[in-house]
């Protein structure tokens, strides 16, 4: 079992000629999103979400890694 589960994807067609994918994860209780270019996968941001506003996320490479690998499946 992962230690995180995505709760929502959206993928961003045609966005200033370029396509997006954002998945947002509970993590140890907490909310995250992450931003990724469609076409490689290629990490653009990571915010997580406190005390209702957003902050620069400090995940681990192998958390990314995994995450990327669940949004390839699923797109």
């Known amino acids: 079992m992962k230690p995180y589960e995505i709760t929502?994807?959206?993928i961003d067609d045609d966005f200033?000629?370029?396509e997006f994918v954002t998945?947002?994860?509970t993590y140890e209780n907490q909310v995250y999103s992450i931003t990724f270019k469609k076409e490689d996968l290629e990490?653009?941001?990571a915010w997580i979400f406190k005390?209702?506003?957003s902050?620069?996320?400090n995940l681990s490479e192998q958390m990314i890694e995994s995450?990327?690998?669940d949004v390839k499946n699923r797109i």
């Open 16 to 18: 200033y000629n370029e």
């Open 23 to 25: 998945a947002e994860i």
């Open 67 to 69: 995450i990327r690998e």
């Open 43 to 45: 990490l653009v941001n």
């Open 8 to 10: 929502n994807m959206i």
């Open 51 to 53: 005390e209702g506003t």
């Open 55 to 57: 902050l620069p996320a």
